[in-house]
C-alpha cells in the first residue's frame, strides 16, 4: 500500500514538474516577462485615442473548452463560408484600434474575421496598465480561447491567423494548435517559437514582419528563428524594416506608415493566396 502511493506522489509531482516546465519554457510566456522590463515598458507610448463606431462587426461571445465564455469581436461574412482569420491583439488589449483592424481586413478580403480577446476584457490606456494585463495572461486560458476561435471555423473549415507584438506570438501559437486547418500564419515583430519539436509540427507558412531596431524581437532572435525553420523545412518569409518595434500600429506615436502600408499590402497578399481553392492533382 505505501509502496503505491509512494508511486502516485511521485508520478503526480512528476506531471507537475512537466507542466511547470512547459510552461516556463513557452515563447509566449518569455515574451510575457518582458513585462517586468522596465526598458521594454518604457518604449511603449500611450496609444493615440480613438473613437471607432463598428459598421459590420460586433461584439459577441463563444463558448470555451474550459466552461468559460471568451469575448471577440466578430465581422463576419456569407460568402466566405469555413473561412476565418483569427486576429490577436496587441498588449494593449482588445481595443478600438484592433476592432478598427477587423473590420478593414474583413473589407478588404470578404473573409470573416474574429479577434480574440485574451484579456478577458482588460484594455489598457498607458504602458504600466498594459504590463500589468500582459503579466497576468494565464496560458491555459488563452490557449482555451484560441481552441474556441478554431472551433469557430467548423470541423472542415480553413484558418489563418494574424496579430501584433504580444498578439504576434499568439498568432504562432494558434497556428501551431490548428494543425492542418491553418493555411496561414501572420506575426508582426511577436516571439517566435523556439522550440523545433513544436515547429516541426506546424503546418502552415509563415509570415513574419520584424523591426532592425527592435531591442527586444532582435535580428538575433529573427536570425535564429529563420534558421530553426529552415532545418525543419517549414515555410518563413521574412520581412526586415529599418524602423523600431511597434511601427505598424497607427496608434502608437513612432508609427512608420511608409513601412506599415507595405507591410499591410504583403499581408493582403498572403492571405488573399492561403485561402485560394486548392489546384486538382494531375493524375497519369
Known sequence: MKKSLLLIAV????????????????????????SNDKSFVASHLSPEP?????????????????????????????QSQGKVILMFHEWWGLNDYIKREAEKLHLETGFTVLALDLYDGNIATNPEQAAKFMNAVVEERARAIISAGIDYSG????????????????SMQAAL?????????????GMPETDKDKLSKLQSPVLGFFAKKDQWIS??????????????????????????????????????????????????????????????????
Open 177 to 189: 494548435m490548428a494543425g492542418p486547418q491553418c493555411v496561414g500564419c501572420v506575426m508582426y515583430y
Open 155 to 170: 470541423k472542415f473549415g480553413k484558418l489563418q491567423t494574424i496579430g501584433w507584438c504580444f498578439g504576434g506570438g499568439w
Open 50 to 78: 480613438l473613437e471607432f463606431t463598428p459598421t459590420v462587426g460586433k461584439m459577441a461571445n463563444i463558448k470555451c473548452p474550459d466552461g468559460k465564455e471568451a469575448r471577440v469581436f466578430e465581422v463576419k461574412s456569407g
Open 11 to 34: 508520478l503526480f509531482n512528476v506531471h507537475l514538474q512537466a507542466q511547470h516546465s512547459c510552461c516556463s519554457k513557452s515563447s509566449s510566456a518569455t515574451f510575457a516577462s518582458l
Open 219 to 284: 535580428p538575433e532572435v529573427v536570425n535564429k528563428f529563420d534558421a530553426q525553420m529552415k532545418e525543419v523545412n517549414k515555410s518563413l518569409t521574412v520581412v526586415n524594416y529599418d524602423v523600431d518595434h511597434g511601427f505598424a500600429n497607427p496608434s502608437n506615436p513612432k508609427y512608420n506608415k511608409v513601412a506599415g502600408d507595405d507591410a499591410h499590402a504583403k499581408a493582403l497578399e498572403f492571405i488573399k493566396k492561403n485561402f485560394e481553392m486548392p489546384k486538382p492533382a494531375i493524375t497519369k
